[in-house]
């Protein structure tokens, strides 16, 4: 079964030229990904999109597993660097304002690439790579954790490291859900305000019966 065979690379690239192939690689997995979906994505297909040999690519990855898998971390590092620019900007921002920046920030960078987003949380169970999705995921916990921590006495909660991680569980758990099944709703300005009111819930009862209650988008 593919989950069992190996998902991470042959070896690290230390050199400049390593580097750049398998940034080749990765980027010609890539367009197959989206191209002609997963079962087409092999190694021989890899390698004639990135005009190498099939050997090149065995140098580094094992198996298309790894290459997908290569995708993946590309991806979420990606999202992670747009995730914690607008995090970053928080600041002394209140509670409902900080909310809705970390829901509108999430809604953003799902955004950026959809349909490769959606085919990766399609694979990734396949090919074994569950853990590994959660542990890049969870790389701006700590952002969310600090802005929790400073603010505690606002908030209706007692453990802002527990409170993090269940925050972006449930959080990412919707939007893989909406990703999967109803990606038009990404562009619904009331998926936002449902997931905000979510957070807000959580955070702060009392925050969250003085919003607003918008119609669930149909």
Known sequence: ?????????????????????????????????????????????????AGVSVGSVYQYFPNKESLVVAVMERHQAQLQVAMVERLSQLGDADLSTAVHEMVGAMLEVQRLQPRLHRVLLEQVPRIGATRRL???????????????????????????S???????GAVEGVLSRVLLEKPGWLE????????TRLVLSYLSPITASASRSPTAPS
């Open 134 to 160: 959660h542990e890049l995921n969870s790389e701006y916990a700590p952002m969310i954790e600090a802005w929790l921590e400073a603010h505690r006495d606002e908030l209706g909660i007692t453990n802002p």
């Open 162 to 168: 527990v409170a993090a991680y269940v925050l972006i």
């Open 188 to 195: 619904l300005g009331l998926l936002k305000d449902q997931l």
């Open 1 to 49: 079964m593919a989950s069992r065979r190996r998902a991470t690379p042959r070896k690290k690239p230390v050199q400049r030229r390593s580097k750049a192939m398998v940034e080749v690689l990765v980027e010609a997995t890539t367009r197959v990904l989206l191209k002609d979906g997963y079962e087409a994505c092999t190694t021989n297909r890899v390698a004639d999109v």
